[in-house]
């Protein structure tokens, strides 16, 4: 599908090779806003626990990053590559667990440890496959335009991922939303709600109705999960590349490479403020705003404004810059206003779904830059260390790291802050402190991580100068060792 790694990339390619990108995505989408007032609303688990479950989850998907990126630099190269096999052989499996998590299981007694490991067994899978398909930019084109080319066709593919993921849970899901209980209601040990007072039970089936309503969106992502993966594998062509250096030797340089330290903490602190944003829009829809059957569609908006907007980003990054599209990206289009307006003004559909577009111009942003930006340090990596080689794959896995650690930090604090404050299971409103924690997480805490993230970037070096410089450098490095070897090629036919 792609000529040799000098050679240009078809547009085929790239499409297979993005396309592939849409499960992480789309999986991450519904667990990112779904998965908490599931745990919490639907199998009705305790805030505690529902915090550690979400806290232990990301962490250990977190811990399984680098381990993962260790096996894959170790893996030897195959028929289908070095990066494939990871991708076919965990796709069945991860399928299997990210449906079992929408399970809820009837013995209550097991609720929290299936949830615990079925969680835990997803993310390791998930990252089997992410881990290996993060470093596959580095071996479908040796061309940095080809490279930030399929970059943007991933990024609106994930994007599009999202949106399919959001739009998928939430519109299913929203169709059968768990009815809240007023104060004159009680839940019973059997799972029915009761009037106080009566022997009415008026909400059991409605709740049976939204486990189904989990189960069936589940079941379709998987089918959209195995389907992406099969066009990665049967539409992208791995390039092989150099025999990896030792993994600690490798993790010891990349860890104490400048550049990508900046990059890996600037987008630490952005990343945990989006997905502190994420973690918690819906139950501030819900709750905060009022708007309890309307969130999903305003989730819908965004992703859709995000998707859009990719073209545009893509382009002004290669007018004006990865640094600059990176401040303009983050705060002017958007999102800090957003994130201001929205708890500032009076509860309103119409400006809920207005400043929501515009949050999904920076959604955009925030999903194509730090992917864009990577094998920037990567090349820069190359031209200051020309002798090393085979440590993609550790500049990838640690970047997948930082970024689940800050989402399993992000889950955690919100789900045991709501604890603190008083979440009411299931109620139609929340105490007056559960809605002050809601805004402080969507709104005062991202603000200022992002501004912590943005002074960060500041000291980042990689300007359009340089990474031009690197372009041209590590053209006449490949130059070089192809002639060596046209050399090598004709003595060995003299002799």
Request: aromatic residues 14%.
């Amino acid at each position: 599908m792609s000529d040799l790694f000098s050679g240009r990339l078809s547009v085929c390619s790239k499409l297979c090779y993005a396309i592939g990108g849409a499960p992480y995505q789309i999986t991450g989408s519904a667990l990112g806003f779904f998965l908490q007032i599931y745990l919490l609303d639907v199998a009705q688990l305790d805030t505690f626990y529902a915090s550690i479950i979400l806290f232990v989850g990301r962490a250990w998907d977190a811990v399984t990053d680098p381990t993962v990126g260790f096996l894959v630099s170790r893996s030897r190269w195959t028929r289908c590559g070095r990066m494939m096999p990871w991708i076919l052989i965990s796709t069945p499996f991860a399928v299997l667990t990210y449906f079992l998590i929408w399970y809820v299981p009837s013995v209550e007694q097991w609720k929290v440890l299936w949830y615990l490991i079925f969680y835990c067994l997803f993310q390791s899978l998930q990252t089997c496959f992410h881990v290996p398909y993060s470093a596959l930019t580095m071996f479908i084109s040796m061309d940095q335009k080809e490279r930030d080319s399929a970059t943007a066709y991933r990024m609106t593919a994930e994007v599009l991922g999202s949106v399919v993921g959001t739009a998928i849970q939430g519109q299913i899901v929203g169709g059968a939303i768990t009815p809240c209980l007023p104060g004159n209601l009680e839940v019973l040990d059997n799972g029915n709600t009761t009037l106080l007072g009566s022997d009415v039970n008026i909400s059991h089936i409605s709740l049976d109705e939204t486990k189904r309503a989990y189960l069936i969106a589940s079941a379709v992502i998987c089918v959209l999960y195995v389907l992406c993966a099969a066009v990665l594998f049967l539409g992208v062509r791995e390039q092989e590349g150099t025999e990896p250096m030792s993994f600690f030797e490798g993790m010891r340089m990349v860890m104490g490479y400048g550049p990508y330290v900046k990059l890996v903490m600037g987008f630490l602190f952005t990343s945990l403020a989006f997905m502190l944003l994420e973690g918690n829009f819906a139950l501030f829809i819900s709750y905060t705003m009022g708007f309890r059957n309307d969130f999903q569609n305003i989730l819908l908006v965004i992703m859709l404004s995000g998707t859009l907007s990719i073209p545009f980003w893509q382009w002004f990054l290669t007018r004006f810059g990865k640094k600059t599209a990176v401040y303009i990206g983050i705060t002017v289009s958007s999102v800090l206003p957003f994130m201001i307006l929205i708890v500032c003004i009076e509860s309103s559909l119409i400006v809920a779904y207005v400043v929501s577009v515009a949050a999904g111009v920076s959604v955009a942003a925030a999903f194509l830059l730090p992917w864009s930006m990577l094998p920037d340090v990567v090349d820069d990596f190359k031209v200051k260390n020309p002798d090393s080689s085979g440590h993609e794959a550790i500049f990838y896995s640690f970047y997948v790291f930082f970024t689940k650690f800050a989402s399993g930090i992000s889950l955690g604090i919100s789900t045991l802050s709501l604890d603190f404050a008083g979440y009411v299971t299931r109620g139609c409103s929340q105490p007056d402190a559960v809605n002050l924690t809601l805004k402080v997480l969507v709104s005062a805490a991202p603000v200022v991580l992002i501004f912590l993230g943005l002074l960060i970037f500041k000291t980042y070096p990689i300007d359009e100068e340089r990474r031009q410089g690197n372009r041209k450098l590590l053209q006449a490095m490949r130059d070089s060792n192809q002639d060596s070897d046209t050399e090598s090629t004709e003595l060995g036919s003299v002799v």
